[in-house]
């Protein structure tokens, strides 16, 4: 079964820092792009960064672009996001997600995600 | 901002069809696949429909994708209380930078 679990979430002040992980298992992890997405608490999704499946190509929303850096260990199996400069907007449940497209040595995150992870929240609150 | 707008709300009867419209530009839904996701209350989303039209293992047939030129739709028959949702599109964006955009979401309530 696979399986995405996310950690790493918590309080920080405007300015701070947060590293998420995710911990992927049930599937082979280096055959996969990986993303992160978004859910500000009653809001809909927003997409927030990918990365192809030995991270040579990584992309990421406008509003995180330079702050926000995802990267992954094929070697454990681990994908992160390490969130610097936080912003009361970045406030939100993140979710760990698959990508699904085309196979290695493919430069894409996924044509789309599944399956995806609980979410973890983040709360940026001073 | 979502740059892929769909209706706020649909609603009938279990055992009905709905259908939910998701607009986009030639930049999104015309020159990308487009994804549908649904989220049921208080749990992660799950993937509904991939590149325009399939299903992945386990979604039953009763869901179904379709897609012309900047819209895309999604068609939900046999409605059932279990379908009670926010769904969500999804697709790629080549402007500019690219980057992944998710549509204002869509929820459904069975009557």
């Known amino acids: 079964e696979v399986q995405l679990v996310e950690s790493g979430g918590g309080v920080v002040r405007p300015g701070g820092s947060l590293r998420l992980s995710c911990a992927a298992s049930?599937?082979?992890?280096?055959?996969?792009?990986m993303n992160w997405v978004r859910q500000a608490p009653g809001k809909g999704l927003q997409w927030v960064s990918g990365?192809?499946?030995?991270?040579?190509?990584?992309v990421y929303t406008d509003s995180v672009q330079g702050r926000f850096t995802i990267s992954r260990d094929n070697a454990k199996n681990s994908l992160y996001l390490q969130m610097n400069s936080l912003r009361t907007e970045d406030t939100a449940f993140y979710y760990c997600?698959?990508?699904?497209?085309?196979?290695?040595?493919?430069?894409?995150?996924?044509?789309?995600?599944?399956?995806w992870g609980q979410g973890i929240l983040v709360t940026v609150s001073s | 901002q979502s740059v892929l707008t769909q209706p706020p709300s649909v609603s009938a009867a279990p055992g009905q069809k709905v259908t939910i419209s998701c607009s986009g530009s030639?930049?999104?839904?015309?020159?990308?696949?487009i994804s549908w996701y649904q989220q049921l209350p208080g749990t992660a989303p799950k993937l509904l429909i991939y590149?325009?039209?399939k299903r992945p293992s386990g979604i039953p047939d009763r869901f179904s994708g379709s897609k012309s030129g900047t819209a895309a739709t999604l068609g939900i028959t046999g409605l059932q209380t279990g379908d009670e949702a926010e769904y969500y599109c999804?697709?790629?964006?080549?402007?500019?930078?690219?980057?992944?955009?998710f549509g204002t979401g869509t929820k459904v309530t069975v009557l």
């Open positions: 049930g599937f082979n992890f280096d055959d996969y792009g």
């Open positions: 999804g697709a790629w964006d080549s402007s500019r930078s690219a980057s992944y955009v």
């Open positions: 590149d325009n039209n």
């Open positions: 030639r930049s999104n839904i015309d020159n990308n696949y």
């Open positions: 997600t698959r990508g699904i497209g085309p196979p290695p040595p493919s430069n894409s995150p996924g044509h789309c995600f599944g399956p």
């Open positions: 990365i192809n499946w030995n991270g040579d190509n990584t």
